[in-house]
């Protein structure tokens, strides 16, 4: 339980910017800027995205504190590398769950500015992934992460063998 106070505790900060700060200052330059909204419809395919995003950010935040005994920031990053779970098809399931709240975000909150967001926030985690994250997991991991690198595709992979163990 500690594990996942303190893994709750060290992801807050981005949370909040992410789900309050960044739609606050959206919504606020949609007004500003007149630019409108997008259509009263786009709020109800939302709840998927929403759901199905903050159900995987919270999975892999708990798989963080309990199978690698550290938390999502990389200031104090899991003792183990975690490969259970989502993890199993992707590398990066925590970054696709926040996207995916991302995209529901903006179509609940009507927003083109935070969809505007998400697309640069989306680039710039695919680079910070390739050009930092990768990198530091080799060296933190050793041959450990190389072998699950050449096992499991950075972003997806949908098959039959995502659901069985590893």
């Known amino acids: ?24 200052v959206a919504i606020r330059l949609d007004y500003t800027l007149a630019l409108g909204s997008l259509p009263g419809w786009a709020k109800w395919p939302a709840l998927a995205p929403l759901i199905v995003g903050a159900g995987m950010a919270l999975w892999t ?9 550290g938390t999502p920031n990389p200031l104090a990053p899991p003792r183990r590398l975690v490969v259970e779970g989502p993890y199993r098809c992707t590398r990066n399931p925590m970054m696709l769950g926040a996207w995916s709240v991302g995209i529901g975000l903006a179509l609940f909150l009507r927003s083109p500015t935070l969809l505007v967001f998400l697309v640069i926030v989306i680039i710039l985690g695919a680079a910070y992934v390739r ?4 990198p530091l997991l080799r060296q933190r991991y050793g041959q450990a992460y190389s072998q699950y ?18």
Do not use: K
């Open 1 to 24: 339980m500690r594990s996942l106070l303190r893994a709750v505790v060290w992801a807050a900060p981005a949370i909040a910017i992410y789900v309050i700060l960044l739609p606050v």
């Open 61 to 69: 935040i708990w798989l963080f504190a309990v199978m690698g005994r």
């Open 131 to 134: 050009a930092i994250e990768e």
């Open 149 to 166: 690198e050449n096992d499991v595709p950075r972003w997806l992979r949908i098959s039959r063998g995502c659901t069985q163990a590893r």
